[in-house]
């Protein structure tokens, strides 16, 4: 629902027709024009992991032998962020660690940073007994949440 009497005190008035509100226009990317400087058309195949196929090599790296591993660190045609990816999953095998694949999983599967976050009490009980608020309590309780935040 719009609000029919929205505050508007202290805004800049509107742009006027044909106005940009950003003249200087968005920052130029030098990553294409860098890569084109190197190697000319062919660029345009180097310059195109996406977040998606990103998330493809990690869920591919992290299921690899380390003889499929070192193969792929072999290719020519395989982009750096794998290959780079392969080398560390590498050293952490030879070091008996597991911290690349361990943050690569963590990425991929949010473990982190869980989206649903439950707060409950002791046992699973609620934090606070439920209850209907009457209009009083409901007005004092917003304004001691203004007070304090």
């Given at each position: 629902m719009a609000n029919k009497a929205p505050n508007t005190e202290g805004l800049r008035p509107p742009w006027k027709k044909g106005q940009s509100g950003n003249p200087a226009g968005r920052p130029k990317n030098h990553v294409g024009d860098?890569?084109?400087?190197?190697?000319g058309k062919s660029a345009r195949k180097l310059y195109n992991l996406s977040p998606q196929e990103l998330d493809n090599w990690d869920a591919a790296l992290i299921s690899l032998t380390d003889s499929q591993l070192k193969a792929l660190i072999q290719l020519?045609?395989?982009?750096?962020?794998?290959?780079?990816?392969?080398?560390?999953?590498?050293?952490?095998?030879k070091n008996g660690r597991t911290t690349t694949v361990e943050r690569l999983a963590d990425r991929l599967y949010n473990r982190r940073n869980p989206k649903r976050v439950?707060?409950?009490?002791?046992?699973?009980?609620?934090?606070?007994?439920p209850r209907?608020?009457?209009?009083?309590?409901?007005?004092?309780?917003i304004e001691k949440l203004n007070e304090d935040f």
């Open positions: 860098t890569l084109k400087t190197l190697f020519d045609s395989v982009p750096s962020y794998p290959k780079n990816q392969a080398v560390a999953i590498l050293t952490d095998m439950e707060l409950t009490g002791a046992n699973g009980a609620d934090l606070v007994a209907i608020l009457t209009k009083e309590e409901a007005a004092a309780f």
